[in-house]
């Protein structure tokens, strides 16, 4: 599929030409990465760690090296604790940006300092600890640190229509923590939060039972003029 993209003159006003990719590049993007989770959690020289940034630095090094040395991925790297474009003071866990290269997707243009799109990576469970919430993949009822919140709040990623959530599954099954979190947005729901409705429950899209992992996918409405957004869930058994 990648080999189907060709190299064009970038639109007027460019400073060099770039390398075109469609919409459904970011959904191949997203494959991509689903796919080596497994493969990294796996690595007989990975260090055994549970720390969510530890977890993450882990996770954006060993798909860097996977990038740079796969055909059609070379033209990315990954990085960890980015500003968000409109919200510096805050960081998104991971990011895959273009590496040395022009990408055009639809008419966006991204450079070596732009974000493709915006993950935000999760324990689960959430770790027991004064100012944390065990729903926090979903929403935090102490702070601003919910995932899906975050993403349906602007908070991260409001310059982007797609976003992907990595789950580090440390205990239970991929079976159980789909029926928890969906579960607690159910909760949300009947609450009468505002914002929450059915489109933000988690719909698997794939899962593998070899790999022990799975890939599932929510729209959630977002706050004020912002439009949609798709959110993409990555989840591996570690």
């Not at 959430?126 to 602007?154: H, I, N, W």
Request: aromatic share 8%; hydrophobic share 40%.
């Amino acid at each position: 599929m990648l080999a189907e993209y060709e190299t064009v003159v970038a639109p007027s006003g460019a400073l060099e030409p770039g390398l075109y990719r469609p919409q459904t590049w970011l959904i191949a993007l997203i494959e991509f990465m689903a796919a080596q989770l497994p493969l990294w959690r796996d690595r007989a020289d990975r260090q055994a760690v549970a720390a969510e940034t530890a977890l993450t630095s882990q996770l954006c090094a060993h798909l860097n090296s996977v990038a740079r040395k796969t055909a059609g991925w070379d033209i990315l790297q990954f990085r960890i604790e980015e500003p968000d474009t409109r919200h510096p003071g805050r960081r998104i866990d991971l990011v895959p940006a273009p590496a040395g290269e022009l990408l055009w997707i639809g008419e966006r243009r991204y450079g070596d300092f732009d974000t493709l799109l915006p993950i935000e990576c999760k324990r689960l469970p959430t770790p027991k600890a004064r100012g944390r919430d065990k729903r926090e993949y979903v929403r935090s009822g102490v702070s601003t640190t919910g995932g899906l919140q975050r993403f349906k709040s602007g908070l991260h990623g409001a310059d982007h229509d797609q976003a992907a959530m990595i789950g580090y599954v440390q205990s239970l099954t991929i079976e159980r923590w789909t029926a928890r979190v969906n579960r607690w947005i159910g909760a949300l729901i009947r609450l009468g939060v505002p914002g929450w409705e059915a489109g933000d429950s988690l719909e698997l899209e794939s899962r593998d039972l070899v790999g022990g992992a799975a890939r599932f996918r929510s729209v959630h409405t977002r706050d004020g003029a912002l439009a949609p957004v798709t959110v993409h869930h990555l989840w591996v058994e570690l």
